[in-house]
């Protein structure tokens, strides 16, 4: 069911339904989550690892004391600059919220979105509403609602049809449970702004002897089925059946698909839609200039290289 009414969609999902809609990262693909069979419905509409948390979202600030048992100073600080936007905490969660959205952790990942229509959308709702990205696990995240279809159609009961996303690249994931804030996931948030308001902020790396925090980062994402080639020198021969994704012009024009981005902001935006009509072209390789990984460039070469390993 494809629909633009946010009361209509929120319907499904006070059913105990699964419904895609918008926000200003990537579209998600929602579920109550008090409704843990319902939360079980996004894991298998998605193929997605049942060792990967799901993000809470929410319109209202009065809604996360149903989520979060304890709410540090930390995440105070960080809410109050970057709520509503692009920027996940990671906190401990109340007894209520099932271990199934959380892939058996206790701490939940929430989120509220800076984007009218998810607001509308999950006030409709009437309860916090988890959300992953709404594509096929391990695809390029949906930034229209045509590529949630492409992917989901006939899986799931909903699609709420919005613009394309804004940001194009998914909410930077801060975990705030322990003393110093650790950025689990880049995105929409850049490093630089977290410190702006917590100075102490860290960017989480993984120990060797420890399982990870963020468990859904090691698993393979963002891949289109073309493979993706990370290049820094313009000058290059490329392949048959190829595209190119930058902020410059290639040399070569021997492309049968280029994107030509005026910023790091509008490369992010394009990405992902580009990846999906590169492998509807047929499209065997997708070259992708690289860019400074300051500022929101830290995000998008996170991204960059997650879509190339293996390649
Ligand atoms: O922008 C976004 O965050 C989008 C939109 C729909 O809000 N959502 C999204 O969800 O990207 P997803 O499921 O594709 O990515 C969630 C990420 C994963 O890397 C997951 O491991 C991490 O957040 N995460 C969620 N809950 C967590 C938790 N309790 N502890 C650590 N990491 C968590
Ligand atoms: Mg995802």
């Keep these: 069911m494809l ?3 946010p009361e209509i969609a929120a319907g499904y999902v006070r059913r105990g339904g699964i419904v895609a809609f918008p926000t200003e990262t990537v579209y998600g ?3 109550n989550v008090f409704d843990a069979e319902a939360v079980q ?3 298998a509409a998605k193929a997605r690892p049942a060792d990967n948390p799901l993000i809470a979202h929410i319109a209202d600030l009065s809604l996360i004391n149903q989520l979060a048992a304890t709410i540090p100073e930390s995440a105070r600080r960080l809410m109050k600059a970057f709520f509503p936007g692009p920027l996940t905490l990671v906190l401990p969660k109340t007894e209520r919220v099932p271990k199934v959205a959380t892939a ?14 998810a607001i509308r959308f999950l006030r409709a709702c009437e309860t916090p509403v988890v959300a992953p990205s709404a594509n096929l696990s391990g695809r390029p995240s949906p930034t229209n609602w045509q590529a949630v279809h492409e992917d989901l159609d006939g899986r799931i009961d909903c699609i709420l049809q919005g613009t394309a996303t804004e ?3 998914e909410s930077t994931v801060v ?13 929409g948030v850049t490093l630089e702004d977290l410190r702006t308001v917590v100075p102490e902020t860290q960017v989480y790396l993984k120990q060797d002897h420890e399982p990870p925090r963020s468990p859904g980062m ?3 994402h963002y891949c289109p089925r073309a493979d993706v080639v990370l290049v820094s020198d313009l000058c290059f021969t490329p392949e048959q059946r190829s595209a190119w994704i930058g902020i410059e012009c290639p040399a070569s024009d021997r492309f049968d698909a280029i994107s030509q981005c005026d910023s790091v902001e509008q490369y992010a935006q394009k990405l992902f839609a580009f990846f999906r009509e590169c492998d509807r072209r047929g499209i065997t390789r997708i070259y992708c200039q690289t860019v400074d990984e300051s500022g929101f460039g830290v995000a998008l070469m996170d991204r960059l290289r997650r879509a190339s390993s293996g390649t």
């Design 41 to 43: 419905r996004i894991f």
């Design 29 to 31: 693909l929602g579920a």
């Design 175 to 187: 975990d705030c449970t322990s003393e110093i804030p650790l950025v689990l996931r880049s995105g």
């Design 3 to 5: 629909t633009d009414s």
């Design 104 to 117: 058996g952790l206790d701490t939940i990942g929430v989120r509220m979105p800076a984007h009218d229509l």
């Design 167 to 169: 940001i194009g690249i």
């Design 218 to 220: 090691v698993h393979r």
